[in-house]
């Protein structure tokens, strides 16, 4: 069984960063698809970025040139990295992992994911 943990979580304002990080175990590791994801109660959970396993990446639109997501393959850790953050990106945010090495053509859908973390609250205030 695989276990997924977020971390870095807060409250700031707009304009502010804040990076999370997310460990990932319980199994032999190797470079797998992992991702971000955030979701609003009540609503559909959306992806955010996405790292294949050979490493490259992918970011919903709407976080492109503000969000890096990088990856720690020998500390089994992933990163996302939130610059010029806004009261929209307000949200729980969950890292997830795949089996596969490669993330799913739909991954910004919640598609292709297998194993979740528990999530982890950002608060973006005005």
């Known amino acids: 069984q695989l276990q997924v943990e977020e971390s870095g979580g807060g409250s700031v304002q707009t304009g502010e960063s804040l990076r999370l990080s997310c460990i990932v175990s319980g199994f032999t590791y190797r470079p797998t698809c992992l991702g971000w994801f955030r979701q609003t109660t009540g609503q559909p959970r959306k992806g955010v970025a996405v790292t294949n396993g050979d490493g490259s990446v992918d970011y919903a639109e709407s976080v492109k040139g503000r969000f890096t997501i990088s990856r720690d393959d020998a500390k089994h850790t992933l990163y996302l990295q939130m610059n010029d953050l806004k009261p929209e990106d307000t949200d729980t945010y969950y890292c997830?992992?795949?089996?596969?090495?490669?993330?799913?053509?739909?991954?910004?859908?919640?598609?292709?994911?297998?194993?979740w973390g528990k999530g982890a609250l950002v608060t973006v205030s005005s």
């Open positions: 997830a992992a795949a089996l596969s090495p490669k993330c799913h053509p739909r991954w910004a859908d919640d598609y292709g994911m297998d194993y």
